[in-house]
């Protein structure tokens, strides 16, 4: 604690705080993100932010045009699309979503429908971004293929596509063998200019801290440091981050993390056998190897079953309400109404398996 009581005491964490972030929070950051993801992140590709909401916000305000494209999965984190649609007023396209990844095939003909070059010249912002969660996926729980990864930037390069990815969950792995990479900028070597990978500490320390990072491509950097917001606000969020650099620089936050991935590990275990186990024929739920989600298929549409449950105090996503679009378009097909969503991370095992007990049960009176 003796570093950031010095800072405290000399009240530099309660000024302004540097556009990128103060150094020695970039560079713990760097260090702990290089050990846990197993390859090497650049203090100087590091900018605080206030958490992947604002991480998101503020990359599409300042990097992508008002009349541009954004690619979402479909289905996605759906708050994302309150952002992107809502707040921003960009137009989002979603496209299916396969168990390793999004359809590049579809990817690729969207985007080369929509990418417009004229737009890029004149405003020197992207046409095209997608926006995705390659690992761990919000809310299918499932981590893109290398392959499909690889295809991904290539379309991107090819298109000249900004990609956005909410690696928020990437470092609550539950097993040695996953994810594939570790983010989908780490497949990009050095050259990258055009992937994004946006971290948070909402999911290995606490949401109510408003902490976060984005790891942007070195090119970019200055496109952050010289935007209004930040010249203005400097550091969005200087006085927590001193404290964490701290946190970080003591093992706190890697003694926190080594805790959350064997307590949710457990809890996901326990839960998907219970339903493995238990659910009807036809019902199948997937095996998240990581994050905190569970996603459950049926073969009917779950909304009454979602509300039952709901009146029996067990709150779960009914997948409809992750499609950005309930009516099939060219690139997504499915609406996920038979589908629904199970989050680990709040309730204890026991309570977790007496709503499992309870969702098992709804399910065998449909
Ligand atoms: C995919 C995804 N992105 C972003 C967020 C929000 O993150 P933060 O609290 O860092 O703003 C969440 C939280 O549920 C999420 O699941």
């Not at 970039?26 to 846990?36: E, G, I, M, P, V």
């Not at 969207?110 to 010249?121: G, I, L, N, T, W």
Request: hydrophobic share 40%; with cysteine.
């Amino acid at each position: 604690m003796q570093w950031v009581l010095g800072e405290i005491s000399k009240g530099t964490l309660f000024q302004y705080g540097p556009e990128q972030g103060i150094l020695s929070f970039r560079n713990n950051l760097a260090q702990f993100l290089t050990k846990n993801y197993g390859d090497k992140v650049e203090s100087e590709e590091l900018i605080v932010t206030t958490g992947a909401t604002s991480g998101l916000a503020l990359t599409a305000s300042i990097l992508v045009d008002r009349k541009a494209t954004v690619f979402v999965e479909n289905p996605t984190y759906f708050i994302a699309l309150n952002i992107l649609r809502g707040d921003l007023g960009l137009n989002v396209v979603p496209i299916d979503l396969a168990s390793d990844g999004i359809d590049c095939d579809k990817l690729e003909a969207a985007v080369a429908k929509y990418r417009d070059e004229a737009m890029e010249r004149e405003s020197r912002r992207f046409s095209c971004m997608l926006y995705t969660i390659p690992t761990f996926h919000n809310p299918t729980g499932i981590c893109y293929s290398e392959a499909v990864g690889r295809r991904v930037i290539s379309i991107a390069e090819k298109y000249n596509m900004l990609v956005i990815c909410d690696d928020v969950y990437n470092l609550l792995k539950y097993e040695h063998s996953v994810p594939r990479f570790s983010r989908l900028k780490a497949l990009c070597g050095k050259e990258n200019k055009l992937v994004i990978s946006n971290g948070t500490f909402s999911k290995i320390l606490s949401p109510g801290i408003r902490l976060g990072w984005l790891e942007v491509p070195h090119s970019l950097v200055p496109r952050y440091t010289n935007c209004g917001f930040l010249l203005s606000g400097g550091a969005i969020n200087n006085y927590t981050s001193g404290i964490i650099a701290q946190l970080l620089q003591d093992d706190d936050i890697q003694n926190n993390l080594n805790f959350l991935r064997s307590l949710y590990g457990e809890r996901m275990q326990l839960v998907h056998d219970y339903l493995a186990n238990n659910l009807p024929a036809g019902w199948t739920v997937s095996h998240a190897k990581g994050g905190y989600f569970l996603w459950v298929a049926t073969n009917q549409n779950v909304k009454k079953f979602c509300e039952v449950l709901q009146e029996k105090d067990v709150n779960v996503l009914n997948g409809s309400r992750a499609t950005p679009h309930a009516e099939i378009t060219d690139y997504a097909s499915a609406d996920y109404s038979h589908c629904f969503r199970i989050s680990i991370a709040y309730y204890s095992k026991e309570n977790l398996l007496r709503a499992c007990e309870l969702v098992c049960d709804a399910a065998k009176k449909m």
